[in-house]
């Protein structure tokens, strides 16, 4: 009878892997909505970062533990809140997106091999079934949420709004650059380095008196041949590129001190965009400020909803987190 049982058992244990009942205990919960220790174990594991790959073994800090579980917690905050807002719209996956779904799943534990195959995946992954079927609904349920805002927001934005956000979040920038190699690629000398600084200094300070010739002095001094009329940015492509992040820092019209990177000095003018500008990429800049508008709402909707951080999150680290994969 014994024997019996433990084939049952053990005939089951498959079953279990590939259900939805969690028998893992709750880790986070974000509103009314749970998420176990299990799917926290896998974004734990997903946002590891350090790793001693000579020895073949995994090395990790408090540091690294504190980084992966932050930013762990944050992503499963941000899942949730998808789901809980896609739920108040009330969008709900189509019978297409759950067919993709099912079909790409099978298209996997085909590709592997079959379906002892994919445990393995899974259990390499620090996954369960039921976890890697709601991450992978997760895009889908970020796009439906997405795309109900992009619709709102054709309401949202009148021309008016709009042409406020694109004067705020697009600009003109002209700058002069400064380099601090020579004419094969080598770095100057720390002198004359210096004395380029200097020179910055000056054409700043120039740049910046009434009635000062911005674009005279560039065709004199600036040493990148693709800046020649300046041309136009968004906030977000300044925000990325290293030696524009502080352009939009600056008011209409206004030049900025030197700033000094690795290449040599750059001295920015921010300066408006034109009206034509605006009505030629009309669409492209209704999505930027849809972008925008999706970005602060998920911050806004975040601070609705309570989090709930159990203890048994406590016990879980980068080194231990298989343990709770079940």
Excluded at 130 to 141: G, I, L, P, T
């Amino acid at each position: 009878m014994r024997k019996r049982f433990m084939a049952l058992c053990l005939c089951l244990i498959p079953l279990l892997l590939l259900t939805g009942c969690s028998p893992s205990p709750t880790a986070v919960t974000v509103g009314k909505r749970e998420v176990d220790a299990s799917e926290y174990a896998f974004y734990l594991h997903y946002n590891r970062i350090s790793t001693d790959e000579d020895s073949g073994t995994l090395l990790y800090d408090d540091e690294d533990n504190r980084i992966a579980r932050e930013a762990a917690i944050e992503q499963i905050i941000i899942n949730e809140v998808v789901r809980l807002k896609c739920e108040e719209f009330d969008l709900e996956l189509s019978k297409a997106q759950k067919e993709s779904l099912d079909t790409a799943k099978d298209n996997l534990v085909e590709s592997l091999g079959g379906m002892a195959a994919y445990l393995e995946y899974l259990h390499q992954s620090q996954l369960t079934d039921r976890a890697y079927d709601k991450f992978q609904e997760n895009a889908y349920y970020s796009q439906l949420l997405y795309d109900y805002m992009t619709r709102d927001s054709q309401s949202f934005f009148t021309d008016e709004s709009l042409r406020k956000y694109f004067s705020s979040h697009y600009a003109t920038v002209k700058y002069i650059f400064l380099s601090f190699t020579d004419n094969d690629g080598l770095l100057l000398d720390r002198e004359a380095r210096e004395g380029i600084l200097e020179t910055a200094s000056s054409l700043s300070a120039a740049a910046q008196e009434p009635g000062a010739d911005f674009d005279g002095l560039m065709a004199q001094y600036n040493e990148d041949l693709s800046m020649t009329g300046g041309f136009p940015i968004s906030k977000l492509e300044a925000a990325s590129t290293e030696h524009l992040t502080t352009l939009f820092a600056l008011e209409e019209n206004q030049v900025s001190k030197p700033i000094v990177m690795g290449d040599g000095c750059y001295i920015l003018k921010r300066c408006p965009v034109s009206a034509s500008y605006y009505d030629e990429n009309q669409r492209d800049i209704f999505l930027a400020a849809c972008n925008d508008r999706f970005e602060e709402s998920m911050t806004q909707w975040k601070s609705e909803y309570p989090v709930k951080v159990a203890k048994i999150v406590d016990k879980i680290n980068l080194s231990n987190l298989s343990e709770y994969v079940k």
